[in-house]
């Protein structure tokens, strides 16, 4: 009498999760990319997006634009990166800014914006690097939007010591692209002026605080 034999199920294949976790990260960066580029109205030039429609693609947006936008009429030329959404993800600099006499100035044809003067901190790829590759310095600037202790106390300072430090490097750039003789911003007969003249001085070891609320600069003077 024959025993009936019964063959083994095979066993299925285990999935490779690695592969396909991958793949699906690939996917979605694509179907973004899609996203923004085909169906957000993403205006992109030469590296540039300052269309308002980039931030709507996944936020809300309600600041006026217009108030922060880069001003071409000043003699400086555009920056690459990200010159909009700076009122939604900096309130609490863009109230400072509204208080400033740049802001106020009776000479609005030559009013900067954000990024006249702060016009290498937000490139593509630094944008990127700062949000993805340190999270923790992210988290911290995020949290102190509806944390004004946290704010005031640390991040206020600490992006107030990192801007003088690229004003010094440049030698205030930005200060000397809109205050010309030309534009009849700058008055060179004033005795400070002389004696930077002279000495090499740059403008925003003097010239700080003027824009967004004052934080001390106790090493100012250190080479």
């Not at 169906?39 to 308002?52: I, K, P, R, W």
């Not at 309130?91 to 740049?102: D, L, T």
């Not at 990192?162 to 750039?173: G, L, N, T, Y």
Request: aromatic content about 10%.
């Amino acid at each position: 009498m024959e025993v009936e034999r019964q063959e083994s199920p095979v066993p299925e294949t285990p999935r490779k999760s690695g592969a396909f976790g991958r793949k699906w990260l690939i996917g979605a960066v694509l179907a973004g990319l899609v996203i923004i580029l085909g169906g957000g109205g993403l205006f992109l030039s030469h590296g540039t997006v300052e269309a308002q429609n980039f931030c709507n693609t996944c936020h809300n947006t309600y600041y006026d634009s217009k108030e922060y936008a880069f001003n071409d009429k000043v003699g400086m030329k555009k920056p690459s990166g990200i010159l909009t959404g700076c009122a939604e993800c900096h309130p609490q600099p863009y109230a400072e800014f509204k208080k400033s006499a740049h802001f106020e100035t009776k000479k609005l044809d030559r009013r900067p914006g954000c990024p006249n003067c702060h016009n290498d901190v937000h490139s593509v790829f630094n944008w990127y690097r700062f949000m993805y590759w340190q999270p923790d310095a992210w988290k911290k600037v995020q949290m102190s939007i509806i944390d004004n202790a946290l704010w005031e106390n640390e991040v206020r300072p600490t992006l107030a010591g990192k801007a003088r430090m690229e004003f010094v490097q440049s030698d205030s750039r930005a200060c000397r692209d809109c205050h010309t003789l030309s534009a009849k911003t700058f008055r060179p007969d004033i005795n400070a002026h002389k004696q930077a003249a002279k000495s090499g001085e740059t403008c925003i070891r003097c010239h700080f605080n003027l824009v967004h609320a004052g934080v001390p600069w106790p090493d100012k003077d250190k080479k």
